[in-house]
């Protein structure tokens, strides 16, 4: 799946066609208003409540920063990053040129959770704030490698949230004429991050899967029934606690091993991808038991 700006004539004819979006970009107070009001319904009853209290309390201050602290103008730079890579995940974030805002959103982030820190996150958050900016820039390009052993997943949650909020707002500075084009949709087309679950939508994308960026929270159409990380199809199984009507399940693929979560909006309307994912970790556990590797990346379980 690549990225194109279109010319007039195409938005156009876009526009009147039946065809269902095979990318939708974020709308991110809307999501992360949703998110911290999700995990706080579903800290009341979970036996990870203090975490998920946690979680809702750091969403809540990226909604804050969205707001308070946009970053500066990027669209030129996007705009040349889409031409230079002829669309194709123009925000990689292996290898695009980002810019210090996200320092200065992960200080802005620092000082305003400073009030919910506790024994445990202070001393990490003490060591980000007097971290160099070499350090840091270190740190994320380490995570956006996977090389999380050198991150640390007290540092990983914090640095991801600030990241994830300035990508998020370069979604929103692309050129309003772009359109994805159909490829290879085993990570974001936009940013090449993993998914963090597949939601079925209902609505106007009634019964279509659309896999959730970890990263920049952009969502792109996948066929149902087909493993999101070697697109087999012949050995899919979906586990859950509860009865076949859960509004959560694993679907697992007996051919490369791995799993990823699915989400049914039919099921349950307020089901949102990060929250319920990380409300539903005591089946990650199972699925680790029955030796299956996990495709996704939730921003606040890093290995």
């Known amino acids: 799946m690549s990225i194109r700006i279109l010319p007039d004539t195409e938005i156009k004819q876009a526009a009147s066609s039946f065809e269902h979006p095979p990318l939708l970009f974020a709308n991110p107070k809307n999501l992360y208003a949703r998110r911290a009001k999700r995990l706080r319904q579903l800290a009341a009853d979970n036996p990870f409540k203090d975490y998920l209290e946690f979680a809702a309390n750091l969403v809540e201050v990226q909604l804050d920063l969205l707001e308070n602290h946009p970053i500066a103008n990027e669209q030129e730079k996007l705009t040349a990053c889409i031409t230079q890579t002829q669309g194709n995940k123009p925000l990689n974030a292996k290898n695009f040129p980002r810019s210090n805002e996200w320092q200065k959103l992960l200080l802005a982030l620092i000082k305003k959770f400073r009030p919910y820190a506790n024994e445990t996150t202070l001393p990490t958050l003490e060591w980000l704030e007097k971290a160099a900016s070499s350090e840091l820039e270190k740190l994320a390009t380490d995570l956006f490698n996977e090389r999380y052993e050198q991150v640390g997943a007290d540092k990983a949650v914090f640095l991801w949230a600030a990241l994830s909020l300035y990508w998020v707002q370069l979604t929103q500075q692309l050129p309003r004429n772009t359109m994805t084009e159909v490829g290879e949709r085993h990570t974001c087309p936009v940013c090449d991050a993993a998914p963090v679950a597949s939601v079925i939508h209902f609505g106007s994308e009634q019964g279509l899967r659309y896999m959730h960026c970890s990263l920049c929270e952009s969502e792109w159409n996948m066929t149902r029934s087909q493993c999101s990380t070697c697109d087999q199809s012949g050995k899919l199984d979906y586990w859950s606690f509860d009865n076949v009507d859960a509004g959560v399940k694993a679907e697992s693929c007996g051919d490369c091993g791995s799993y990823l979560k699915v989400m049914y909006q039919e099921k349950d309307a307020y089901v949102e991808p990060v929250?319920?994912?990380?409300?539903?970790?005591?089946?990650?556990?199972?699925?680790?038991?029955?030796?299956?590797a996990k495709s996704g990346l939730n921003p606040f379980l890093f290995p």
């Open 275 to 292: 929250a319920d994912d990380l409300a539903t970790i005591l089946l990650d556990a199972e699925m680790e038991q029955k030796e299956f």
